[in-house]
């Protein structure tokens, strides 16, 4: 007991650590509020590069005051000056991204290098007259965080927090959907500076505390982790300044405990809090997507039981005839069934399972796939035996365009190297829609939408209704039936090149 | 919102030079369409179409030219257009919900200093129930279908009250029974007096869809009733023949 007293309670007496408290805390608060639009106008890189580009101001802004007034550390014209470089950055990087084909990522790195170099070379030369601390500034000191660092903290959060709120929908609205902004008037740019110069403030108000290295975590790591948990933006921002003060309560533990440096602390105890939400977020965490991968049935599972069923014509299947002819555990099999059930694809019977309307075109298109895929490897010299096998893994490669351009590659076979027959191309040519008359199984029939300068010596003419007949010559000619019962013979180049409007009902669909 | 025939017409563009460099985007675009049609805008890809349907919002500053929405200067109109983003254009992943992209068509009623109010919640309600979306209200917008996408920014463009719906490529990517919902969408918004000038890029159905096409190529190449646009002359000189035209049926055959 004594031991939980010392460790948990016993900090608070202290006055630094209350400060520390306080401090990091509201500090915490406002990047993590501000940090949600950053990461979500994936501007992380330029929080990185304002705080960098501070310390150059920093400098100046000491020398400024030293060398005019003779004043040692002036602190609010230190702010001024990292305000000033921060602005500086931000503007030189928007013109050179305008003025250049240079993209803003690579300006952002060429101009706070540029402002952060300044700084340094700034310092180097009046090394003699500067007695601040830089490794104040690139490390941070939340244990020792000054009163005028506190007030300036203080001061910026309530600023850039009043902002936030009032002009809630403005930055929502500019982050989502700009040219919506702009078309109901919103002043996008003014709204992108406003942005940038909160950014800039909740920047130089956290550096003094966790650094100017850490300082980019603050700004990203709990809005991101908010980011994993919610679906508004508003409860994101909450969630994350919530997460913001965490990480600077937990950190501060941690940093008193071992006796480490308090920023350093602070960054780890938030990332390790992200890596925690990232692990058991309910929606987008890595657990919950592992427990759906599971619990979901692969397609290519659900694609083999539609073609097992359909070739089973019709008589009901029972999962005992499933599990022993598809390479798959009992209670997988049982999962896919189900699910399959539920999606409407498979109804179940007394005595097994038969397909219903939708699953029986899902696994003719899954059949179709299967055998085109077939006739493709054959035409491709695969040896007889390795057909079918090859053929079985590819038919779950069915995207529409790619098995229509292999369909027009064979010459829109009808049959398979085994005799098979290839189901129709159902979705192109359902009644209703322009096909070329290339896909048109026999007894189909349509009306002539266009004729290519291809097919003009057929004389077909649009608006005529025509028949497709049988194929002839092992498939590689076409009959058309014309209105007055005469017979127009045409090439796979020729029946490419002339279009019908399909007529019909659905009953043509039937297997 | 009103109907009536007479008086200025919904878009007036006169002169439209818009250039992000030395090949302008659109030269010298003037065209009227009339208040509650059903305009398709055509044109290869690269033909400026997003760029006019921008431009008409005043999201792109052009070179030269004027606008006119009801016959007042385009920049005194705002909240008399909404806008329907391309697909593409949106981050599905913004933490954001189908009700909350529908009150956004209120912000530009909405004083800063002000909460949406029970009438801003009441028209976003019946914008969501006119597109069907009334009951996915609290999902993210990641978590919808394509057409369903495609819906909300509907409901968010008829929730803003405007007359004039401009929406870029609503068609493209969605199934064709998505297709058929979206259209049924935009005819009731017509029926009830707006005028829709839609980006498309099928010239298949544009015939079918539209009352009134926009050909542009960077210039204007023609603006009339369906039938007169899709001349095959003119077609093979915007695409410069690459196009397969499909004649239209006779409608008596079809029937």
Same mark, same amino acid.
């Given at each position: 007991?004594?031991? $939980?007293?010392?460790?948990?309670?016993?900090?608070?007496?202290?006055?630094?650590?209350q400060k520390a408290l306080l401090g990091g805390s509201v500090a915490a608060i406002v990047c993590s509020v501000v940090g949600c639009l950053v990461i979500l106008?994936?501007?992380?890189? *330029?929080?990185?590069?304002?705080?960098h580009a501070m310390i150059a101001g920093v400098a100046a802004g000491y020398l400024f005051m030293k060398l005019l007034f003779n004043t040692e550390a002036h602190a609010p014209s230190m702010?001024?000056?990292?305000?000033?470089?921060?602005?500086?950055?931000?503007?030189?990087?928007?013109?050179?991204?305008?003025?250049?084909?240079?993209?803003?990522?690579?300006?952002?790195?060429?101009?706070?290098?540029?402002?952060?170099?300044?700084?340094?070379?700034?310092?180097?030369?009046?090394?003699?007259?500067?007695?601040?601390? =830089?490794?104040?500034?690139?490390?941070?000191?939340?244990?020792?965080?000054? &009163?005028a660092d506190l007030w300036v903290a203080v001061i910026a959060a309530a600023l850039v927090l009043s902002i936030m709120v009032l002009f809630f929908r403005h930055f929502q609205l500019t982050s989502f959907d700009p040219i919506m902004a702009a078309s109901i008037g919103m002043p996008v740019v003014l709204i992108d500076y406003v942005l940038t110069t909160c950014v800039s403030l909740v920047v130089v108000s956290a550096v003094s505390m966790?650094?100017?290295?850490?300082?980019?975590?603050? $700004?990203?790591?709990?809005?991101?982790?908010?980011? $994993?948990?919610?679906?508004?933006?508003? %409860?994101?921002?909450?969630?994350?300044?919530?997460?913001?003060?965490?990480?600077?309560?937990?950190?501060?533990?941690?940093?008193?405990?071992?006796?480490?440096?308090?920023?350093?602390?602070?960054?780890?105890?938030?990332?390790?809090?992200?890596?925690?939400?990232?692990?058991?977020?309910? %929606?987008?965490? =890595?657990?919950?997507?592992?427990?759906?991968?599971?619990?979901?049935?692969?397609?290519?599972?659900?694609?083999?039981?539609?073609?097992?069923?359909?070739?089973?014509?019709?008589?009901?299947?029972?999962?005992?005839?499933?599990?022993?002819?598809?390479?798959?555990?009992?209670?997988?099999?049982?999962?896919?069934?189900?699910?399959?059930?539920?999606?409407?694809?498979?109804?179940?019977?007394?005595?097994?399972?038969?397909?219903?309307?939708?699953?029986?075109s899902e696994a003719r298109r899954v059949l179709r796939a299967h055998r085109i895929w077939e006739t493709y490897l054959?035409?491709?010299?695969?040896?007889?035996?390795?057909?079918?096998? %090859?053929?079985?893994? =590819?038919?779950?490669?069915?995207?529409?365009?790619?098995?229509?351009? *292999? &369909?027009?590659? $064979?010459?829109?076979?009808?049959?398979?190297?085994h005799g098979a027959e290839i189901p129709e191309n159902y979705a192109e040519c359902r009644p209703g829609a322009l096909c070329k008359v290339s896909v048109l199984r026999a007894g189909r029939a349509g =009306?002539?939408?266009?004729? &290519?300068?291809?097919?003009?010596?057929?004389?077909?003419?649009?608006?005529?209704?025509?028949?497709?007949?049988?194929?002839k010559e092992d498939g590689a000619l076409w009959t058309l039936v014309r209105e007055d019962g005469a017979e127009t013979l045409l090439d796979h180049r020729t029946a490419d090149a002339v279009t019908v409007k399909v007529l019909g009902s659905e009953a043509g669909t039937d297997l | 919102m009103s109907t009536d025939p007479v008086g200025p017409p919904a878009i007036r563009v006169e002169h439209l030079t818009v250039s992000f460099g030395p090949r302008p985007a659109l030269l010298d675009l003037s065209v009227e369409i009339d208040r509650g049609l059903l305009v398709g805008v055509i044109g290869p890809n690269g033909a400026g179409k997003s760029t006019f349907i921008k431009a008409i919002l005043g999201f792109v500053k052009p070179e030269v030219g004027k606008m006119f929405i009801f016959g007042v200067p385009a920049d005194q109109s705002k909240g008399r257009l909404a806008y329907v983003p391309q697909r593409g254009a949106v981050d599905w992943d913004y933490p954001i919900t189908v009700q909350e992209v529908a009150m956004m068509g209120r912000y530009g009623h909405i004083p800063w200093w002000r909460d949406p109010g029970p009438q801003d919640r009441k028209l976003v309600e019946e914008a969501l129930m006119m597109v069907r979306m009334e009951e996915l209200s609290n999902r993210q917008i990641g978590q919808l279908s394509g057409g369903q996408q495609q819906r909300v920014f509907m409901a968010r463009a008829l929730a803003q009250g405007a007359d004039i719906l401009l929406l870029d490529e609503p068609f493209a990517g969605v199934d064709a029974a998505t297709e058929r919902a979206i259209l049924e969408v935009l005819e009731r918004a017509k029926v009830s007096g707006r005028t829709l000038v839609v980006v498309h890029h099928d010239l298949g159905t544009a015939a079918e869809y539209f009352d009134r096409l926009v050909l542009i190529k960077q210039r204007l190449y023609a603006y009339g009733p369906p039938e007169k646009v899709l001349n095959p002359e003119l077609l093979s000189e915007v695409y410069e023949g690459k196009l397969r035209i499909f004649a239209e049926i006779e409608k008596e055959r079809c029937q």
């Open positions: 007991m004594d031991l $939980l007293y010392n460790a948990l309670i016993l900090p608070f007496g202290e006055t630094y650590f106008r994936r501007m992380a890189f *330029l929080g990185d590069a304002l705080s702010l001024a000056g990292s305000l000033i470089a921060a602005i500086i950055t931000v503007a030189s990087i928007g013109a050179v991204a305008r003025v250049s084909r240079l993209k803003e990522d690579t300006a952002i790195g060429i101009m706070y290098t540029g402002v952060f170099a300044a700084g340094v070379v700034l310092v180097s030369i009046f090394r003699n007259h500067i007695h601040i601390d =830089l490794v104040h500034f690139i490390m941070g000191d939340v244990l020792g965080v000054a &009163d966790v650094g100017v290295i850490l300082v980019v975590g603050l $700004l990203i790591t709990p809005a991101a982790t908010a980011y $994993l948990l919610c679906d508004r933006l508003d %409860r994101m921002m909450i969630l994350a300044a919530l997460f913001g003060m965490t990480s600077v309560l937990g950190g501060l533990y941690l940093c008193v405990w071992l006796d480490s440096s308090g920023g350093g602390a602070i960054m780890l105890f938030c990332t390790f809090q992200f890596l925690v939400v990232l692990t058991v977020a309910p %929606r987008y965490g =890595l657990l919950a997507g592992w427990l759906r991968r599971r619990r979901s049935v692969p397609q290519q599972l659900v694609e083999d039981i539609l073609g097992f069923i359909l070739r089973c014509d019709d008589t009901p299947v029972a999962l005992a005839s499933l599990t022993a002819s598809l390479e798959s555990g009992r209670e997988r099999l049982a999962t896919a069934v189900a699910a399959m059930t539920r999606d409407g694809f498979l109804r179940q019977e007394a005595d097994g399972y038969l397909l219903t309307q939708d699953g029986k054959s035409h491709t010299g695969t040896p007889e035996a390795e057909l079918h096998e %090859r053929a079985h893994q =590819l038919e779950h490669y069915h995207d529409r365009d790619a098995m229509n351009y *292999l &369909d027009d590659l $064979l010459g829109h076979p009808t049959h398979d190297p =009306l002539v939408a266009s004729v &290519d300068k291809e097919a003009l010596a057929t004389g077909l003419r649009i608006g005529e209704s025509v028949t497709m007949g049988p194929r | -």
